[in-house]
Protein backbone atom coordinates (compact mmCIF):
# COMPACT_ATOMS: atom_id res chain seq x y z
CA UNK A 1 0.00 0.00 0.00
CA UNK A 2 1.21 3.63 -0.97
CA UNK A 3 0.38 6.79 0.77
CA UNK A 4 0.36 10.16 -1.12
CA UNK A 5 -0.70 13.06 1.42
CA UNK A 6 -1.31 16.42 -0.36
CA UNK A 7 -3.25 19.73 0.88
CA UNK A 8 -1.73 21.14 3.56
CA UNK A 9 -0.51 25.32 3.73
CA UNK A 10 -0.80 27.85 5.59
CA UNK A 11 -4.34 29.57 6.98
CA UNK A 12 -5.64 32.02 8.75
CA UNK A 13 -7.51 31.02 12.62
CA UNK A 14 -11.19 30.30 11.67
CA UNK A 15 -10.19 28.73 8.17
CA UNK A 16 -10.60 26.22 6.67
CA UNK A 17 -8.27 23.32 4.44
CA UNK A 18 -8.67 19.85 3.50
CA UNK A 19 -6.33 17.13 3.27
CA UNK A 20 -6.63 14.39 1.05
CA UNK A 21 -4.49 11.02 1.01
CA UNK A 22 -4.46 8.95 -2.40
CA UNK A 23 -3.97 5.07 -1.35
CA UNK A 24 -3.18 2.61 -4.46
CA UNK A 25 -2.26 -1.34 -3.86
CA UNK A 26 -4.24 -3.83 -1.92
CA UNK A 27 -6.68 -0.75 -0.68
CA UNK A 28 -9.58 -3.51 -0.81
CA UNK A 29 -7.61 -5.30 2.28
CA UNK A 30 -7.83 -1.98 4.78
CA UNK A 31 -8.93 -2.31 8.11
CA UNK A 32 -8.62 1.56 9.12
CA UNK A 33 -7.56 4.84 7.64
CA UNK A 34 -6.16 7.13 9.69
CA UNK A 35 -4.88 10.49 10.16
CA UNK A 36 -2.17 11.58 12.89
CA UNK A 37 -0.77 14.68 13.01
CA UNK A 38 2.87 15.75 14.30
CA UNK A 39 3.84 19.13 15.97
CA UNK A 40 7.16 20.36 16.46
CA UNK A 41 8.95 19.16 19.78
CA UNK A 42 5.69 17.09 20.26
CA UNK A 43 5.25 13.45 19.62
CA UNK A 44 2.64 12.31 16.80
CA UNK A 45 -0.99 12.00 18.23
CA UNK A 46 -4.42 10.77 16.99
CA UNK A 47 -6.64 13.08 14.71
CA UNK A 48 -9.45 11.02 12.96
CA UNK A 49 -9.90 7.22 11.90
CA UNK A 50 -12.22 5.49 9.60
CA UNK A 51 -13.00 1.29 10.45
CA UNK A 52 -14.15 -0.47 7.60
CA UNK A 53 -15.75 -2.81 9.21
CA UNK A 54 -18.35 -0.58 10.21
CA UNK A 55 -17.86 2.13 8.05
CA UNK A 56 -17.31 4.26 11.61
CA UNK A 57 -15.61 7.86 12.05
CA UNK A 58 -13.40 8.34 15.36
CA UNK A 59 -12.00 11.96 16.41
CA UNK A 60 -10.22 12.84 18.84
CA UNK A 61 -11.68 15.25 21.45
CA UNK A 62 -9.43 18.30 20.23
CA UNK A 63 -10.97 17.74 16.66
CA UNK A 64 -14.43 16.78 17.16
CA UNK A 65 -17.03 19.01 15.80
CA UNK A 66 -14.45 20.67 14.02
CA UNK A 67 -12.95 17.91 11.72
CA UNK A 68 -14.92 15.02 8.82
CA UNK A 69 -12.60 12.31 7.88
CA UNK A 70 -14.18 10.65 5.00
CA UNK A 71 -13.50 7.88 1.83
CA UNK A 72 -13.60 7.94 -1.85
CA UNK A 73 -13.97 4.26 -2.16
CA UNK A 74 -14.28 4.79 -5.92
CA UNK A 75 -11.46 7.18 -6.31
CA UNK A 76 -9.58 5.23 -3.40
CA UNK A 77 -8.87 8.67 -1.30
CA UNK A 78 -9.38 9.18 2.35
CA UNK A 79 -10.19 13.42 3.12
CA UNK A 80 -9.63 15.33 6.53
CA UNK A 81 -11.70 18.06 6.26
CA UNK A 82 -10.52 20.82 9.06
CA UNK A 83 -12.92 23.77 9.44
CA UNK A 84 -12.67 26.61 12.34
CA UNK A 85 -8.27 25.46 12.06
CA UNK A 86 -6.66 26.78 15.38
CA UNK A 87 -3.01 27.72 15.90
CA UNK A 88 -2.70 24.65 17.76
CA UNK A 89 -3.73 22.54 15.23
CA UNK A 90 -0.38 23.62 13.57
CA UNK A 91 1.60 20.30 12.61
CA UNK A 92 2.25 18.13 9.85
CA UNK A 93 -0.42 15.75 9.00
CA UNK A 94 0.12 12.24 8.37
CA UNK A 95 -2.35 9.77 6.41
CA UNK A 96 -1.89 6.02 7.87
CA UNK A 97 -3.35 2.65 6.85
CA UNK A 98 -4.18 -0.64 8.67
CA UNK A 99 -3.95 -3.93 6.16
CA UNK A 100 -5.52 -5.91 9.63
CA UNK A 101 -8.96 -6.26 11.27
CA UNK A 102 -8.80 -3.24 14.16
CA UNK A 103 -9.78 -3.76 17.23
CA UNK A 104 -11.69 -0.70 18.65
CA UNK A 105 -9.75 0.30 21.12
CA UNK A 106 -6.52 0.59 19.34
CA UNK A 107 -7.81 2.49 16.08
CA UNK A 108 -5.92 5.73 18.55
CA UNK A 109 -2.75 4.00 18.35
CA UNK A 110 -0.06 4.78 15.92
CA UNK A 111 1.26 0.95 16.11
CA UNK A 112 -1.66 -0.15 14.80
CA UNK A 113 -1.16 1.35 11.29
CA UNK A 114 0.82 -0.05 9.12
CA UNK A 115 1.76 2.11 6.13
CA UNK A 116 2.06 6.23 6.29
CA UNK A 117 2.16 8.57 4.00
CA UNK A 118 4.60 11.40 4.02
CA UNK A 119 2.87 14.13 5.98
CA UNK A 120 1.71 17.38 4.74
CA UNK A 121 2.57 20.66 6.70
CA UNK A 122 -0.51 22.84 8.22
CA UNK A 123 0.37 26.00 9.93
CA UNK A 124 -2.31 27.78 11.13
CA UNK A 125 -2.14 31.83 11.87
CA UNK A 126 -3.49 33.42 14.94
Known amino acids: VQLQASGGGLVQAGGSLRLSCAAS????????LGWFRQAPGKEREFVAAHRTSTNYNYYANSVKGRFTISRDNVESTLYLQMNSLKPEDTAVYYC????????????????????WGQGTLVTVSS
Open 96 to 115: AASTSRVILSTIYQSATYDY
Open 25 to 32: GRTFSLGA
